[in-house]
């Protein structure tokens, strides 16, 4: 018997993902690729291209868009959409409150992140995809880290974390009812410094906030948040100019910034190595419970 | 670099989450907000410490109750090595949690109490890990600081074990006394056991070697997707996308498409922009052939001189994991790589109690029983015996009204 040293890690965790994104185009009739503007997705993106061509994508593109983004985050996803030639679909959170279909929070801490698992429903439901690919990965959080890499939701698109399918080996399993669909997680495996590490080898362009620019901040709740229309700003809140960077990227009402000198990717991987905070800790929607995340994803949230 | 996936076997309250607990922390792995989180949390060690078990206890149910009710997966690293760990249920109802987390692992932690020594869930881990094909196992003698640190103690543990390991069909095994409570061990060696020479579990874990069988013999490739542009300038453009299951490829190899004979040599392999001369095992590729055969999704491209076995009626050892007991007149869907058919579970051979290996006769099949099946395929499958190679040789059982899971099938041998 012959034998190797396995596959480099960042290797094997491509070739994983990249089965993992065919066996959705083999599996299911219409599925569709989550895309948040954020780095995990632009590495599926990447994990795509590898995937698929010289071919077109078996799915389109799919965002649900708050209204409060980054306005970084909606030119680089629609230059990307552009350079890619794919299809993009956009979900409007705006949509759903005209509609009276949620309803805006009021206060400081007002966030319309909640508010986007219902656009993420309807927009599903709408273009009846069976199944939603997403960039989440099980080293963010504890409900994450039990989460199969199919992981079947209900016609209200609900997780329930006590009646997942076995997984096997590399044998997933998409079968489902009418009206349910499966959320896919190819990166499931990978950590945050994987996906840095990928994004430089692979030489990905990210929207420009990853990397340290000067922007108006001030302090909520201890984190340091971007100053704008969208945060609900009173006289209390003192506005200060300051070198930051964004770890992830969401909401402008609930994604805080970090002050950092890292205008590279290298120094975002030397900074990354050596953080003892994790990404998830700069979210302040985590936060409000210990089972904030496995109640959210209960309810349908990705 | 790369990558270790282990997981950890043991029964309820043997010390799995807290050895998690202990390896991440020692070896500097938890952050900061994760550490705060703990230390906020009301769960406490007796003597005020931190309970280093709620790390993996992720879900609310497994919080208050105090256990592991599903697989949670932990990653960490090190200078030497990337770490996958599978933390795994005990207990004897989450059985398919556990062989869940088995099935991808190169590497098994059965945990024992010192106190205890070899006991009954003890066989069924070590059984069910052997059943899963890992090859390599540590067994953590954990609690040591319950038992003083005993020498004896740890010596009787280790000649039961070896029979165990030689019923059950286990040859890697290395044998550890260690405390996760304390940390003997773990990432620091202990000074509690001067008896014991050898090197720390993280140490073992980043040292043990780790290959993968790329033989020719072996060479495997379950069609996915057919990649087909079929723009202007790429009108004859057809690749076979999937990934190598096992052995390797090389261009100019002959090949044959199965279960439907027709053979035809590799003229080009592809990683999107590259163009390799081989293909190894767990690489994601797109394949091309000098020929135009028909092949689609649920085929599989094997090395024509080495050819697997191809039947409609296998010999399997079957896994039941649904709360509805297997029905002999139930048509199901089996699933094998990227090809899915029909199947019935024509006739059940033996059961294995997996508490004291014997074994029983098989009338029914429930929840979290082991034993011996003959399958009875609608399509050919092309599979190898899974004890030579396991990457096409396991398949699952989907039940066709509910779509779920039921079983996992490890192909033994056709049937006569
Ligand atoms: N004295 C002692 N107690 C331990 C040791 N390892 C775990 N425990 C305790 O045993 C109990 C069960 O541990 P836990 O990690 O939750 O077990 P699991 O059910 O296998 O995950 C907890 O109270 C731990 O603090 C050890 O090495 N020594
Ligand atoms: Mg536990």
Redesign the pocket.
Known sequence: MSKHNQLDYLDQLEAEAIHILREVAGQFERPALLFSGGKDSITLVRLAEKAFRPGKFPFPLVHIDTGHNFVETIEYRDAMVKRLGERLIVGNVQDSIDQGKVVEQKGKNASRNALQTVTLLDTIAEHKFDACIGGARRDEEKARAKERIFSVRDEFGQWDPKRQRPELWDVYNGKIHKGENVRVFPISNWTELDVWNYIRRENIELPSIYFAHERDTIIRNGQLMAANEVLNMDADDVIERRTVRFRTVGDMTCTAAVASDAFLIDDIIDEISASKISERGARMDDKVSEAAMEDRKKGGYF | MDILKFLTA??????????IGRLLYDSDSILLDQLEALQASNRK?DDGTI?L?ILTDGLKAEREQ???IDVAYKYFQTDKRKFIIADTP?HIQYTRNMVTGASNANLAII?VDARKGVIEQTIRHSFLVSLLGIQQVVLAI?????VDYSEETYNKIVADYKVLAGKVGLKNVHYLP?????GDNIVNNSTNMPWYSGESLLHFLETVELAVDTSTEHARFPVQWVVRPQTDELHDYRGYAGRVSSGSFKVNDKVTVLPSGFTSTISKIEVFENEPEEATAGMSITMHLADEIDISRGDILVNSNYQPLVSQLIEADLCWMDTRALDTTHTYFIQHNSKVTRCKIQETLYKVNINTLEKESAEDFKLNDIGRIIIKTADPIAFDPYEENKANGGAIIIDSRTNVTVGAVMFRNVAD
Request: net charge negative; hydrophobic share 35%; glycine share 14%.
């Open positions: 043991g029964s309820v309250d043997d010390g799995k989450s807290t050895l060690n309970d078990a105090g256990i592991t005990g945990l954990n609690k040591m600081d319950m260690v405390s996760a409570l304390k």
